[in-house]
């Protein structure tokens, strides 16, 4: 073998990719030419059978006068076998196939004919309504251009080829922007099976045309109508989505495609700029159509073919869905499941008619004693048809788009089925009816739904582990505990080993396995509360589990339960530390308490002091109610001033506890210290008060102060925030002290209180009381016997005013007063 020159050896990669694509090259040549001759030749043969059938010659004959002629005439053989072919278009304005063949042909046609007969004309006169002159060139380009472009659209063998001819052949009309050819689906929507000049992306987003009423395309399906659309806005109000359609241009036609009698699907076409006026051309470009439905309805099938072809088609005699395929689907559905056509009265939709229904849906509608095969949806399903089923389904029809109905309820009582029913009903539209599957829930359904709502609720998860199996199968609640709401590695319902020891914490992770060990391999029940780590940090479980044994008592699964306890136990702490803080709490107030009677103890005088006034004996007490707890701010007072008489003093500080005890010794010794001043007893509650303004700003009391004369027998006393006091004379009638009433002390610096003088007989009796006045204040009371002050002063009517606890026990009894009210009283006793 030679070797080869360098200069060959440098371009040996080069050769074999420049031949190959040579190649490539010379082929796709000889298959486009190869295409075009065989859409030619169906013309040309259809040109040789209209001289064939005219003229009475042979087929080779015919093709030897198309040759001639197109030599004769400079014209293509394809364009003059289509302008031939073109003539027998059902057109009543065209002319005859005469007129288009010369002079020569029109001497051949009469001789051909004169040898039939014993008359030899040398030619054949032509009526002059049919002259050559009556066809425009116009026209004639028009006419052979349709049938050119029929017969290449006859000889398509895709969608795409169909649109690819529609776009690119046209040379006596504009040629189109865009062209897009749609199959009609069941549900009304359209589908996308061949383009010209659409970008993939628009494509790949229009492969899939909802019957949105907006659209000109689903418009023209459904009305069964050619639509010419330019950007008027006319059009706009029509379609307001008009601006949305993938194909902008100036003009736009949307058709439907019809094959026979049936709308098979769509084909929109735009053009960039406005198309010629006049209605000849829009004429011919809308007569393409029915060759285009004619070979899409070709390349469809014979057996899709039928699937497009609604129910209704009984009528003409065709297959209808429902007697070819319909059954085998729907009887193989796990649910019941039938197809409904619509029954209209007067224009409206009133039912649906049962068309098919598979077994399960017939022992429904028996068991609701509906005949199956005359049964309708309202007979079925009264109540809840009419309410929501019948408008739900009437709009399944109307916008195309599927429902699925969850959770409705069938009453026996209103729609006649044996108990109560809980559905699931999924509708989809198919032509004009709607094929509906429905799922009655049975106990089984309900208690698993039921269970679930209770595993969220509570919080638990369950779980049941089959030793054959490498995983766990979990609840879906278990599944979100788990993750959280975060979509977890493999299978839904599952949550691999290794994730599960990672959700350990690490100081629990030995006792857990220890447990788990017991289980699986001795059977005993796991209960376990651990620490959550990994997914799960921070977070306590508590798992509980069980052993499964199979026959020879050998543990085959182990199932159980998971349970977040972090905010149980969150609350047991608060819980724990608000029970310690309230144990705190009672020995705080219980040694309040002890503080406040020993100093309450020490405010109230005793008997002795009581013993040594002179020309007056006290009485007084102090009641604090038990069931409370604490200790109220109340004492009262009685001691000697020198020679100048008795000091006697009620008081009662607001809130309770040892700080309001506090205030009240306070008080006490203020009291006692401006006495000895001899200040009368509006000067000293004037003093007292700008004390407690300016030391107890947190307090306010209510304090009546009087000074007692036994020379004279003269009481003299100043109330803030008191009643006034009552006297009672020797024969028990009550009289209410006139005088003033200041405010609180503690209410108002620089207030002035001033007192009032009264003059005691041998024999009286004076009430001073805190606590019952407020009872007297808001009962106007029993207004048979005058109101709460009028039993106060009636008092002595009713009991002996000597015993002084008598007469304590009798007010509060009359008067009602709350036992978590606290009452102090003195009663001074002139004798």
């Keep these: ?64 006068q198309l040759v001639r002629l197109s030599q004769r005439t400079n014209i293509k053989l394809i364009e003059v076998a289509a302008a031939i072919v073109g003539t027998t278009s059902p057109d009543p304005n065209a002319p005859d196939v005469v007129n288009l063949i010369d002079d020569e042909l029109r001497q051949h046609v009469a001789r051909s004919r004169a040898s039939t007969k014993v008359e030899k004309p040398d030619t054949v006169p032509v009526p002059a309504a049919r002259k050559r002159a009556s066809r425009t060139p116009e026209v004639e380009a028009l006419q052979s251009q349709h049938q050119l472009l029929s017969a290449r659209i006859a000889a398509a063998r895709s969608y795409d080829e169909i649109c690819d001819v529609l776009g690119t052949a046209p040379t006596a009309w504009p040629p189109p922007t865009a062209v ?44 069964v109508e050619t639509l010419w659309l330019a950007p008027e806005p006319d059009a706009r109000r029509r379609f307001p989505v008009l601006g949305q359609q993938p194909f902008g241009g100036e003009t736009l036609l949307a058709s439907p495609l019809i094959a026979g009698e049936r709308v098979i699907g769509g084909i929109l076409m735009t053009w960039a700029e406005g198309l010629p006026a006049g209605e000849e051309l829009r004429r011919y470009v809308a007569a393409l159509l029915e060759p285009v439905g004619r070979q899409v309805d070709a390349l469809i099938g014979d057996e899709i073919a039928s699937a497009w072809f609604h129910v209704g088609g009984e009528e003409s005699g065709q297959a209808a869905p429902a007697q070819v395929w319909l059954p085998t689907v729907v009887d193989a559905l796990h649910d019941p499941g039938a197809l409904l056509s619509p029954v209209h009265e007067d224009g409206q939709l009133v039912d649906f008619r049962v068309e098919y229904a598979n077994g399960l849906a017939r022992q429904i509608f028996s068991g609701a004693r509906v005949d199956p095969d005359e049964a309708t949806l309202l007979a079925a399903y009264p109540a809840l048809g009419s309410a929501t089923l019948l408008p739900e389904f009437a709009r399944v029809l109307q916008d195309g788009q599927p429902r699925r109905l969850e959770g409705l309820r069938a009453d026996p009582r209103t729609d006649g089925v044996p108990g109560p029913q809980t559905l699931t009903v999924h509708a989809v539209r198919l032509w004009d009816r709607v094929f509906a599957v429905w799922k009655v829930a049975t106990e089984a359904d309900l208690l698993h ?48 080993v290794d994730e599960l020891t990672a959700s350990v914490h690490p100081d629990d992770l030995l006792a857990v396995q220890d447990a788990v060990r017991r289980t699986i391999v001795e059977g005993k029940q796991l209960l376990a509360e651990i620490r959550g780590a990994g997914r799960v940090n921070g977070r306590r479980l508590r798992l509980t589990a069980e052993a499964i044994h199979d026959d020879t008592g050998n543990v085959t699964a182990v199932r159980g339960t ?8 969150a609350i047991e702490g608060r819980l ?9 709490q009672r020995h705080r107030l219980a040694d309040e308490r002890r503080a406040a009677e020993a100093l309450q103890k020490a405010l109230l005088p005793t008997d002795p002091e009581l013993g040594h006034l002179e020309g007056v004996e006290i009485c007084g007490r102090c009641r604090s109610p038990e069931r409370v707890g604490t200790i109220d701010g109340d004492w009262y007072d009685a001691t000697p001033v020198g020679g100048n008489g008795s000091i006697l003093v009620l008081g009662d500080v607001d809130e309770r506890g040892l700080s309001s005890m506090t205030t009240a010794a306070r008080l006490r010794y203020a009291v006692r210290a401006y006495a000895m001043l001899d200040m009368s007893p509006g000067d000293i509650l004037t003093a007292v008060n700008g004390m407690l303004c300016a030391m107890e700003v947190e307090h306010t009391a209510c304090l009546i102060v009087a000074r007692y004369s036994p020379q004279t027998r003269e009481l003299r006393w100043a109330a803030a925030g008191q009643v006034a006091p009552i006297r009672y004379d020797a024969a028990g009638l009550g009289t209410v002290l006139s005088g003033p009433l200041g405010l609180p002390l503690g209410e108002v610096d620089q207030m002035q209180y001033s007192d009032t003088a009264v003059t005691l007989a041998p024999g009286d009796r004076v009430l001073f009381y805190t606590g019952l ?41 009359v008067l009602n007063v709350p036992e978590d009210e606290d009452v102090c009283a003195m009663l001074v006793h002139v004798p």
């Design 773 to 813: 006045n407020a009872t007297v204040a808001r009962s106007r009371g029993d207004r048979r016997r005058g109101g709460g002050l009028e039993l106060v002063r009636r008092a002595g009517e009713s009991v002996d005013l000597a015993d002084f606890d008598a007469v304590v026990s009798h007010l509060m009894t």
């Design 1 to 64: 073998m030679a070797e080869r020159a360098p200069a060959e050896s440098g371009n040996s990669s080069a050769e074999p990719a420049e031949a190959l694509a040579a190649l490539v090259a010379k082929l796709r040549a000889e298959l486009t030419g190869v295409r075009t001759a065989m859409r030619n030749r169906a013309v040309i043969e259809q040109a040789k059978g209209v001289l064939v059938e005219r003229l009475g010659i042979t087929p080779d004959q015919g093709f030897d």
């Design 562 to 569: 998971l349970q977040d306890v972090t905010e149980e136990r």
């Design 180 to 223: 897009l050819l749609t199959l009609l689906d069941p549900d009304g929507a359209q589908r996308g099976v061949g383009t010209f000049g659409v970008p993939g992306e628009v494509r790949s987003r229009w492969s899939r045309i909802p019957p949105d009423p907006g659209l000109p395309l689903v418009v023209a399906a459904q009305e």
């Design 576 to 584: 724990r530390r608000a029970e310690e803080a309230l144990a705190a």
């Design 449 to 496: 739904d039921q269970l679930l709502q209770a595993e969220r609720i509570a919080g638990i998860g369950s779980f049941c582990w089959e030793l054959r199996d490498p995983e766990p199968r979990c609840s879906p609640e278990l599944v979100r505990l788990f993750h959280r709401g975060q979509a977890g590695r493999g299978d839904a319902g599952r949550i691999p």
